[in-house]
Nanobody
């Protein structure tokens, strides 16, 4: 079992930056690939960025060049640095821990990001 707690969301103007954090507790952090997902109002949850236990990253096209995902295994934390934010980035951002081999996945409660002037 893994508990995930997101933080760092808020209201920011277009062009601004935010850094989201997701702190994990419980089972061994390093066995999980970690991801950030976004759910905009009226839309399905979608992958924004992911990072494997070995540090390999993957980004949605909309996030490439603006967002950076990273993880600190010593702190059991994954981060999402978001720069040049746009109104379309607005939504609830969820942290996910996933282990495909064990077929398990855990979600955090989400943190709201609003990009508006």
């Amino acid at each position: 079992q893994v508990q995930l707690v997101e933080s760092g969301g808020g209201l920011v103007q277009p062009g601004g930056s935010l850094r989201l954090s997701c702190a994990a507790s419980g089972s061994s952090f390093t066995i999980y690939s970690m991801g950030w997902y976004r759910q905009a109002p009226g839309k399905q949850r979608e992958l924004v960025a992911a990072i494997t236990s070995g540090g390999v990253t993957n980004y949605a096209d909309s996030a490439k060049g603006r967002f950076t995902i990273s993880r600190d295994n010593a702190k059991n934390t994954v981060y999402l640095q978001m720069n040049s934010l746009k109104p379309d980035d607005t939504g609830v951002y969820y942290c996910n821990a996933h282990n495909a081999g064990r077929r398990i996945s855990f979600w955090g409660q989400g943190t709201q990001v609003t990009v508006s002037s």
